[in-house]
């Protein structure tokens, strides 16, 4: 028998929900859900029914019909959200045995500065991970083998809402205690992938000038020097100096030119991108990049369509089950928010109206920016229209005209000194946008509304919501945000 019109809409619309469009979505939702409850000091049962009841309603409320046979799949999606939380609690009240005094060798997995003097390093131990101090003239290389003897501590928790907490920043890069070094001794040098990063950062810093050199290591080591920081912080730009999508973007981009067979595109694209990712140090943002374009990629493999909403969502997952505390993470946070806001309206915009997009992720990551670094700045909202599509053409040329005085050439040096004009042109531009807007914004609950309002209509929208229901899912999001807030 012939369906009839009514029949085949209300069949088609019934595909058209979130458990068939963005089912990761869902489950990455409720794991936050549980995530946020347990971080509010609720207990192990409320933070999971909080998990399932945030994926369960987001489910529920954007199905205006439901899939035939959605019981086993929405079933499957809550199991997910169960299992996923509970595991992610266990590992972060797990408390690691240690003992109270360390005498052995270890390998420093990374080196950061730690204000004007100090470095912090990550110390590998048979032990586990410990995070200690050390001036900055006493830290070895990346990947030295060394010896110590240490004092091993308890990290300190925020002393009070909002404030930093030493805990749950070092746990996020996989440190379980930290040590007070009694002793520090290199013992051996690195492996050939460290030899390989330490001798390019060496290459980097003699042979580049200044503020290129500056912007080379950030874009291709993950290491950001204190005067760029605070020079992209006043202007609201930082994500730019991050490694993260943007930058995998723009390195995915030039891997499509350089394979022109598709038979060799995909692995030379993967390839490509997971070298990049290994050396700028494994950033949350370009770890989450990183999988997402995989998922992408294989994907097209097999036939399948892509959603790359669906696939941020996915990545967001794998990596709160690598390690539960990137939630904590302001790093993660911002990466996740802000990928699967553009993701969620790429539908939406075209190229021309790419700035309305920059704009309303300054909106939308906004409250978490200011809840973490105390302040947003106003010059932000206006400087992203131009910095990222600026960037996206200036770091591959960056890149390209460093590579010759990186390795000696003999024309080199001018290239380079090409490069440090076009950055100290920006820098003079930056300086002027943020000294003719030094407002800045800080943390408030209507910052929270505004932040969670955009976020959630737009994800709604991507996940299939009706009009109506997009517009109410929205303000429920933002009401239950702002009473969450409010009451702890």
Known sequence: MKKSETDLRLE???KVCPLSLTPAFAVLLGICGALFADGAGCSFCVSLFSGVFVSAAWILCGSSRLLK??????????FFVLIFSAL???????KTEMPDTLNCSGVVRSVRPWGEKRCALLISTEYGKIAAYSAKEKAPETGSKVRIEAIVFDFRKAAKKGGFDEEKFWKSKGAAKKCTLLKLKTTGSPNIFYRMRNFLDRRIKEMLPEKCAQYVAAITLG???RELSLLHANSGTSHLLAVSGFHVGILAGIGYFIFRRKKYRIFGISLLV?????????APGALRAAFMLQFALLSLCVGAPVSSFNSVALAGIILLLINPFNYYDIGFRLSVLSALFITSCAGNF?????????????????????????RVPAAGLFMNVIAVPVFALLFPVLAICSLPAVFGLPFGGKLAALCEYLLEGWEIFARIISDAVPWSFSHSLIMNAVSAFIFFFFAADVSGYGKNMRLFIACASAAILVFCQTAQ
Do not use: D
């Not at 997971?274 to 494994?282: A, E």
């Open 88 to 94: 992610s609690f266990y590992r972060i009240h797990l």
């Open 350 to 374: 075209g190229f021309v109206s790419a700035s309305l997009v920059s704009m309303l992720v300054w909106f939308v990551t906004a409250a978490q920016t200011a809840f973490s670094f105390k």
């Open 274 to 282: 997971w070298g990049y990712v290994l050396l700028s140090g494994c």
């Open 69 to 78: 046979n959605w019981l086993p799949l929405f079933a499957l999606a809550i």
């Open 223 to 225: 290491e950001r020097s």
């Open 12 to 14: 088609s619309e019934s």
